[in-house]
């Protein structure tokens, strides 16, 4: 009787000792690998909850840096430093990817008028705006430095020639990819995580998500949709999604604040001027990471009412726009997708 107890109880102790143990794996399992590091001018991180494997990070980041050497405007030997360099002297012959970002760019600018604008180098240059924010000394350029750089300006005269070859037909002409560039990266990576058997992850490239494949079987990603008026990290709606990406440009990233007014680092191709409309905020919702990016830049120029006509034009793009007076316009493709997380916010449907 007495032994019969004792096995009854170590049985027992072994049921609750695995029980336990598999909570904890479970628990474990659910825990990402992760890295971040600073790329392209920004905090990345790579979160992958399944497939993990340091290895795989690690392809994952050489390749961002890849990409950076190539299409970065302040790295001396970069394509695009070449090219800039021989503006309004030579074409440059470039590596095929940076051509594929060129066609790409080229045909965004043209799509948004210019909205998008890969030649905005000489502006981004005069205002130089980084992430400052408040009580920076910081000089507004003059009117004729702009009307200048304003000059140097024109996707149009971005030649796409043939074996590669690109040409800024004038002097003091300069590409600049950082509205693009990073959603390639983000596209990228997502390629090489998939090619590696990783099927659930995320990928934030500074803000340039791609959300790879589902959380769990059946589960969304939650991707929390920055509130612009709140401190990092403070969202203003949830947006839920499956192997998409999610790109937000807004007005309170990189800015600096003179005499009480914002100058935020997108630039109105048309004025010169940091873009000045109803918008604080927008996110693009889609497949490719590249178009977002490009898009997101492209938009939130253009605002809600002129970004009808581009809207008009394409498929499979979902947005979210936030207002400086706190409206949430969202498009009808995302109604039951998006969760208002503050109740500051009034949401409404748009009509794109
Ligand atoms: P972020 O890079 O902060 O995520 P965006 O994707 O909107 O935001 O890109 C802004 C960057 O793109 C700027 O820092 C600048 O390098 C460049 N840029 C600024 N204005 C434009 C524009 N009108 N068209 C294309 N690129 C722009
Ligand atoms: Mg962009």
Aim: glycine share 8%; charged share 35%; aromatic share 8%.
């Amino acid at each position: 009787m007495r032994y019969k107890n004792k096995v009854i109880l170590i049985l027992i102790s072994i049921l609750l000792v695995s029980v336990f143990l598999g909570g904890c794996k479970k628990e474990e399992d659910k825990e990402p690998l992760s890295k971040t590091d600073f790329m392209m001018d920004t905090v990345m991180t790579i979160k992958l909850y399944d497939e993990k494997n340091e290895e795989i990070l690690d392809k994952a980041f050489q390749r961002i840096k890849e990409i950076e050497g190539k299409m970065s405007t302040t790295i001396e030997d970069s394509d695009v430093s070449k090219i800039n360099k021989n503006a309004g002297k030579t074409p440059v012959k470039v590596d095929d990817e940076v051509y594929k970002v060129l066609v790409r760019a080229k045909y965004f600018a043209e799509l948004t008028d210019g909205a998008y604008e890969p030649t905005i180098g000489p502006l981004v240059d005069l205002w130089d705006i980084r992430n400052e924010g408040k009580n920076n000394k910081h000089d507004i350029p003059s009117k004729e430095d702009i009307e200048k750089a304003l000059n140097k300006v024109d996707y149009k005269k971005l030649e796409l020639l043939e074996d590669n070859k690109v040409f800024l037909k004038e002097e003091g002409m300069r590409l600049d990819l950082g509205g693009i560039a990073k959603g390639y990266a983000a596209d990228e990576i997502k390629r090489i995580l998939k090619e590696n058997g990783v099927n659930s992850a995320i990928v934030d490239l500074g803000g340039n998500i791609y959300a790879v494949g589902s959380k769990a079987q059946d589960e969304y990603w939650k991707i929390g949709i920055q509130n612009p008026k709140g401190q990092r990290g403070s969202y203003a709606g949830i947006m839920e999604v499956k192997d998409s990406s999610v790109v937000t440009s807004g007005d309170y990233e990189r800015y600096v604040e003179v005499d009480g007014k914002k100058y935020h680092h997108i630039i109105d191709s048309k004025t010169g001027y940091p873009s000045d409309n109803e918008l604080s905020a927008i996110s693009i919702i889609a497949k490719s990471s590249t178009d977002s990016d490009a898009l997101s830049t492209a938009l939130f120029v253009l605002g809600r009412e002129k970004s009808e006509e581009v809207l008009k034009k394409l498929e499979g793009i979902e947005l979210i726009y936030i207002t400086k007076s706190d409206n949430i316009y969202i498009s009808p493709g995302i109604k039951d997708k998006f969760n208002l997380k503050n109740d500051n916010f009034d949401l409404k449907v748009n009509k794109y």
